[in-house]
């Protein structure tokens, strides 16, 4: 297990790797489909894992940090439609709060931006993950599509206490 990165090195780490988060995001909205790849840390390094794309729009399989004999930190993936917001949704948070992430990076189109967020180890984080097992027993679509809407207003209620913005950076053209 790695030492917690403080707010301030994981800024100083990530930023050398906003051009390669600018060019995927980019590339996924010329293919439409969602690109990303986790972080991971050796000896207080940060560097991407293998960059992977979403089948339609979500990628289901990312690639660790397990060739690379690393330890997972974070990730960063792509919405890429013309109204994806550079906030992370409910499952997304959900998804890499299982995973033992740190923080998360996030770019969009609405604005054209890209964001990197701490994810907070606090009471606040700790309630809304244990809500995140609600989208493991969603029983249809709409069922789905409405706890994804409260998980949503649960989030933003609490998004300071849950979520530290790293980095926040217009996309250069
Ligand atoms: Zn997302």
Redesign the pocket.
Known sequence: MHARLTAKELKEKLEKYIPLMEKLHKRSTDIGR?LGFIFCVKDQNIFPSTVVEGESR?ISEFVGCEPFDATEIGSF?T?PSPLGVPL??A??LCYFMERGHQFLC?SGNLPYYIGCWEILDTPERKEFEKKCEVFSQCKDLQDCWRKELEMEEEMRKNWNKILRTIIEKPIKD
Do not use: G, L, R, S
């Open positions: 969602e979500e993936h919405h992370p949704a499952q997304d996030v």
